[in-house]
Nanobody, 117 residues
Framework: QVELVESGGGLVQAGGSLRLSCVVS????????MGWYRQAPGKQRELVAS????????YADSVKGRFTMSRGNIRNTVVYLQMNSLKPDDTAVYYC??????????WGQGTQVIVSS
């Protein structure tokens, strides 16, 4: 049973920064790609950043240049999302999981990010 635990969210003013963390436990994969997703109230969950097995990162246009995804180990079982220059539109619950084409694990609780204007 894979468990995803996200942390690091909080309340921040526009222009501020937060660093999210994700820990994956129970995975039998030696290494996997991972992604950060967010879901704002009334909106669908969207992929905002991903990191491949080789460490290549990709970002949604809405966060490009502001968010940076990194990994804490080669297996991608610890990943981070550094969020700078935050905007009120970044307010959402943030989740980590595998990218869509890799097959999702059960979703974690997520971590709430609130950006005040």
């Amino acid at each position: 049973q894979v468990e995803l635990v996200e942390s690091g969210g909080g309340l921040v003013q526009a222009g501020g920064s937060l660093r999210l963390s994700c820990v994956v436990s129970g995975s039998s994969f030696s290494i996997t790609a991972m992604g950060w997703y967010r879901q704002a109230p009334g909106k669908q969950r969207e992929l905002v950043a991903s990191i491949s097995i080789g460490g290549t990162t990709n970002y949604a246009d809405s966060v490009k240049g502001r968010f940076t995804m990194s990994r804490g180990n080669i297996r991608n079982t610890v990943v981070y999302l550094q969020m700078n220059s935050l905007k009120p539109d970044d307010t959402a619950v943030y989740y980590c999981n595998r990218p869509p084409n890799s097959g999702y694990w059960s979703w974690g609780q997520g971590t709430q990010v609130i950006v005040s204007s």
